[in-house]
């Protein structure tokens, strides 16, 4: 089984005329955050809005996707969550009744292939053909998703979704809300209501997808780490009896400090589970410290690669080093592939690549 994950998008404005080269899809990338539809809002914390009657009753447990890691002393305290690495989903929401085990598995982030849908490119992909798309092409079955992924998300388009990865065998793990817009640690009261009711509404569509993972976008500018902090809790208050997890990432206002995950998690105190994004982070320096600091807390991991050259040449920063950080501190997999090409046909055959180093590296490893 194998898998890739991908965050790496241009906006549908750039699609018109000559395509960007594969290395501006980042900079792109909080510019085309897509908006998702819901049925409606709702200020109550309590209430699953649209979603309420599909998800009423769901729990969630422990996760068999266990791994034994060290750690440094300060996050000891935090070794359940290296040694489980994820929540499951109840039987309720999931296709099979034994836990999918995501180590040493290598998954494609969805967001990777979002500038070659169907709605944002005449003939693109269409979504429910995702899934059969990125098992024919690339042999995965673990797919990270992204709001960027739906021109609208509801219970009906979640319920196919998961119905089209049933199909091909596909487990969707995660669901990166990158809607537009939207800041839970906004000093307007209103506004961080406003987000957290957009996001629990998205918590609700990632249960009926069976996902066992959200992960908020940081904001580009640091906001009241007050009010981020509550709103974070307030959000796992509500996912975390669904079975899913928040996850960090290193985005945005984060990746300037190697030790921004760690430290919000630890303010948070919820033991929420790291993301780590190999390229998320303002030089390399910054990129190889913070990678050693937050792959012991890691549930899964973007391992992004930029820009390939014609021999697959990666000058932006050292893949192979990025990959013998996170295994190093333990961290297993699921290991998602993010990149972003304009060709979709050269796409296919530089994840290809991507994923067949790590592959091969996990062997080597061994």
């Known amino acids: 089984m194998v898998h890739l994950d991908s965050n790496q998008l241009v906006s549908p404005a750039n699609n018109k005329g000559s395509a960007p080269a594969s290395g501006a899809v980042f900079g792109a990338l909080a510019k085309d955050m897509e908006r998702s539809v819901f049925c409606r809002s709702t200020d109550d914390p309590s209430e699953a809005s649209g979603f309420a009657t599909a998800t009423r009753g769901i729990r969630g447990g422990a ?6 890691r060290a750690c440094s002393p300060v996050l000891r305290r935090r070794e359940f969550l290296i040694a489980t690495g994820a929540f499951a989903v109840s039987a309720a929401i ?11 598995q290598v998954g494609l ?14 003939g693109g992909l269409e979504l429910m053909d995702l899934p059969k798309a990125i098992h024919g092409e690339l042999g995965m079955t673990v797919i990270d998703m992204n709001t960027m992924n739906f021109a609208e998300l509801n219970e009906r388009v979640a319920g196919q979704f998961r119905t089209a990865a049933d199909k091909e065998g596909c487990v969707l793990t995660n669901l990166k809300l990158n809607q537009r817009g939207l800041d839970i640690g906004d000093a307007d009261e209103g506004k961080r209501k406003h987000a957290l ?9 990632a249960a009926i997808m069976g996902m066992r993972w959200v992960r908020p976008l940081p904001t580009a500018k640091a906001p009241q780490q007050s009010h981020l902090i509550d709103s974070l809790r307030r959000l796992d208050d509500y996912a975390r009896p669904k079975g899913i997890r928040v996850l960090i990432e ?34 390399n320096a ?19 690669a930029k820009t390939l050259g014609p021999d697959f040449e990666h000058k932006a920063y050292d893949l192979k080093r990025c990959f013998d ?19 979709l046909k050269k796409l296919w055959t530089e994840l290809r690549w991507v994923r067949d180093q790590l592959l091969k590296w996990m062997k080597e490893a061994a």
């Open 197 to 205: 009711d957009v996001y629990r509404r998205s918590v609700d569509a």
């Open 286 to 304: 910054v990129r190889y410290a913070g990678l050693e600091l937050t792959f012991p807390l890691a549930a899964t991991c973007d391992f992004k």
């Open 325 to 343: 950080i996170g295994w190093k501190a333990g961290f297993r997999g699921p290991w998602c592939i993010e990149h972003g090409n304009n060709d």
């Open 109 to 122: 982030v969805a967001a990777t292939l979002a500038q070659h849908q169907d709605f944002r490119k005449k």
């Open 63 to 68: 996760d068999s996707n266990a791994r034994g």
């Open 94 to 104: 999931r296709s099979s009744a034994a836990p999918v085990k995501l180590e040493r």
């Open 250 to 283: 290193n985005f945005g206002w984060m990746q300037a400090d190697a030790d921004s995950v760690v430290k919000l998690i630890n303010a948070v105190d919820r033991d929420l589970p790291a993301s780590p994004d190999t390229g998320n982070w303002n030089s």
